[in-house]
C-alpha cells in the first residue's frame, strides 16, 4: 500500500524526518516555496561551463543532487533515482580536444556533457566530458565504442583519459565509495511525492558558441592553454602586457 503524503513527510532520513529537513531548508531560503505550493531553488539560471548533447532521456540532476539530496536527505543518503546512474568520464587536455571530443559525442547515441571541469570542487580536472548510461555494463560497453569513434582523429590524443564512475562525486565525498551504496526501498515513495512538489528549473539556453567563446576561450587563455588559438583565428585574446628588466642597468664608470 503507498504511504500518504504525511507519512512520506514523517520518515527519517539521517538525524531528521524529509518534512523536518524541507521545513529547514524553506526556512533558511535554501528552498523556497511558491505561492501556488511549488518547491524550487532560489536564483536564475546559472552560468553554464558545459555544453550538453541531447542524445538520450532528460536529466533530472537538479532535482535529485541539489535539491533532494542536499536539502532534503542533507548528504545522509544517495537518491534512488541516482541508483543507475553511470558515467564514462572522458578527460580532454587542451581546448582542441575539448571541442574535437564535443564534435564527436554529437553522433554518439548516448547524452554527455562536455565543458570546464575546473570550477568542480570535487575534481582535478581542467576539462572534461561526460557520457551518461543506466548501469556499470552499459558504461563498459559503450567505451569501445568511444575509443573507435575518436581513433584517429589529428586533434585528439591516443592517450586520452578514460574512467567510469558512479554518479556525482558529492555522494562520494559524503558517504564513501559508491558501491557500498545503499538504497531504502521508501525513497523511491519520498521521490516520486516530491517530484510532483517540485518545479523545475529554467535551464540555459546558451548555444555551443556562446559558451565557447563567452566561457572556454577566456578560460583557455587564464591557465596558458594556447589551443584557444584555433578559435580565434590566431589572435591572441589580449595583447601582451610589458615587461622590464629585472635588474638596473649599471652606469658606465670614467677612466
Not at 33 to 41: C, K, N, P, S
Not at 67 to 84: H, I, N
Not at 122 to 139: I, K, M, P, R, T
Request: proline share 7%; net charge neutral.
Amino acid at each position: 500500500m503507498a504511504l500518504t503524503p504525511d507519512e512520506i513527510l514523517a520518515l527519517k532520513i539521517g538525524d531528521r524526518s524529509v518534512g523536518e529537513a524541507l521545513e529547514s531548508a524553506i526556512q533558511s531560503g535554501a528552498v523556497r516555496q511558491g505561492a501556488d505550493g511549488l518547491l524550487e531553488l532560489p536564483g536564475g539560471p546559472r552560468r553554464s561551463y558545459f555544453a550538453f548533447i541531447d542524445n538520450g532521456p532528460a536529466m533530472n540532476c537538479v532535482f535529485l543532487n541539489s535539491f533532494l539530496f542536499s536539502q532534503v536527505y542533507r548528504k545522509a543518503a544517495v537518491p534512488k533515482g541516482c541508483e543507475p546512474c553511470y558515467k564514462v568520464k572522458l578527460v580532454p587536455r587542451s581546448l582542441r580536444e575539448l571541442v574535437a571530443l564535443y564534435e564527436v559525442a554529437r553522433a554518439i547515441p548516448c547524452g554527455s556533457k562536455w565543458g570546464v571541469d575546473f570550477f568542480n570542487p570535487h575534481s582535478q580536472n581542467l576539462y572534461a566530458g561526460y557520457f551518461f548510461v543506466d548501469g556499470l555494463e552499459a558504461a563498459r560497453a559503450l567505451v569501445p565504442l568511444v575509443r573507435e569513434a575518436i581513433a584517429g582523429n589529428a586533434k585528439i590524443g591516443d592517450d586520452l583519459p578514460i574512467v567510469i564512475k558512479r554518479g556525482c562525486s558529492n555522494y562520494e565525498v559524503a558517504l564513501g565509495p559508491s558501491e557500498s551504496y545503499s538504497f531504502r526501498p521508501e525513497l523511491s515513495e519520498i521521490e516520486s511525492y516530491l517530484q510532483t512538489r517540485w518545479r523545475p528549473p529554467k535551464l540555459s539556453t546558451k548555444s555551443l558558441a556562446e559558451i565557447l567563446y563567452g566561457t572556454w576561450v577566456p578560460f583557455a587563455f587564464q591557465i596558458g592553454d594556447d589551443s584557444y588559438l584555433d578559435f580565434t583565428g590566431g589572435k591572441p585574446l589580449h595583447r601582451k602586457t610589458q615587461t622590464y628588466d629585472l635588474t638596473e642597468a649599471v652606469p658606465a664608470q670614467d677612466g
